[in-house]
């Protein structure tokens, strides 16, 4: 087991029988031995600058619902964050939010190379390769990139408790907007919120999912709704009846 958590990608349930597949880039605040604390407070390292709270929770909780399987991260988004382009500026934060990483000031190139070739890559290549053998299987896939934001951003609350962000292709998340829509009416859904596309937040859904031809959507639940056991199955059970009515019409649209 300790092997397997230093690992940069773990792959859970990959043979499960479930049309969606999970990921998840910000699942873990792990920071590898050789960076030590990045020069950050025990409360910053916890803190939804280094990773997704809830994210994770969330998702194995998915896994479980729908016999899915999960490709997670198991570092920090502050060593790389594995859902941004190579070219990105934020790929190795130096500033989140409020906070300088002081830690990731003026890199190296074999340093940035490293982080690339360590911890971006394997977890890229391992959606790629779970990806290709279920094509090869001749398996559905959907693609569902799992996310948590803060409530509070830079001073500015953020009020909808989730929100659906899609790529180039809105077909998908356009139906689980509407399957969430009618399963919680009155909910405050969130469309392209808290981020946009137009935002570059979207390299995993467009790179696995857009780039396949795949359905596939980004899901950002507000953490505060997700970091209590209960508040973990509640969002899992509405997501896993929506993802599953989505798929239910699509599916029928396309058979018109």
């Given at each position: 087991?300790?092997?397997?958590?230093?690992?940069?990608?773990?792959?859970?349930?990959?043979?499960?029988?479930?049309?969606?597949?999970?990921?998840?880039?910000?699942?873990?605040?792990?920071?590898?031995?050789?960076?030590?604390?990045?020069?950050?407070?025990?409360?910053?390292?916890?803190?939804?600058?280094?990773?997704?709270?809830?994210?994770?929770?969330?998702?194995?909780?998915?896994?479980?619902?729908?016999?899915?399987?999960?490709?997670?991260?198991?570092?920090?988004?502050?060593?790389?964050?594995?859902?941004?382009?190579?070219?990105?500026?934020?790929?190795?934060?130096?500033?989140?939010?409020?906070?300088?990483?002081?830690?990731?000031?003026?890199?190296?190139?074999?340093?940035?190379?490293?982080?690339?070739?360590?911890?971006?890559q394997p977890y890229h290549d391992a959606i790629t390769a779970l990806l290709d053998a279920r094509a090869a299987a001749g398996r559905e896939s959907i693609l569902v990139c799992v996310h948590s934001f803060t409530p509070v951003y830079l001073g500015?609350?953020?009020?909808?408790?989730?929100?659906?962000?899609?790529?180039?292709?809105?077909?998908?998340?356009?139906?689980?907007?509407d399957a969430l829509a009618a399963d919680a009416p009155g909910l405050n859904l969130g469309w392209n919120q808290p981020y946009a596309a137009l935002n570059g937040v979207t390299l995993t859904l467009e790179k696995h999912g857009d780039g396949r031809?795949?359905?596939?959507?980004?899901?950002?639940?507000?953490?505060?709704?997700?970091?209590?056991?209960?508040?973990?199955?509640?969002?899992?059970?509405?997501?896993?009846?929506?993802?599953?009515?989505?798929?239910?019409?699509?599916?029928?649209?396309?058979?018109?």
């Open positions: 087991m300790r092997a397997a958590e230093q690992s940069p990608v773990l792959v859970s349930n990959a043979e499960g029988h479930s049309p969606f597949v999970l990921v998840c880039d910000h699942a873990s605040n792990r920071l590898p031995e050789r960076y030590g604390t990045l020069g950050l407070t025990q409360s910053e390292r916890v803190s939804h600058i280094a990773w997704d709270p809830g994210a994770l929770a969330v998702s194995l909780r998915l896994v479980d619902l729908l016999d899915a399987p999960l490709v997670q991260s198991t570092v920090s988004r502050l060593i790389i964050d594995c859902n941004r382009d190579l070219d990105a500026p934020d790929l190795i934060w130096t500033l989140s939010e409020a906070t300088p990483i002081v830690a990731n000031q003026g890199l190296s190139l074999a340093e940035r190379a490293y982080r690339i070739a360590q911890f971006h500015i609350a953020r009020p909808w408790p989730i929100g659906l962000i899609h790529g180039q292709d809105t077909g998908y998340t356009a139906a689980l907007r031809g795949l359905d596939a959507t980004m899901i950002e639940i507000r953490n505060d709704e997700i970091l209590e056991p209960a508040g973990v199955d509640q969002w899992s059970q509405r997501l896993a009846r929506c993802l599953a009515a989505a798929r239910e019409a699509r599916r029928g649209a396309m058979a018109v």
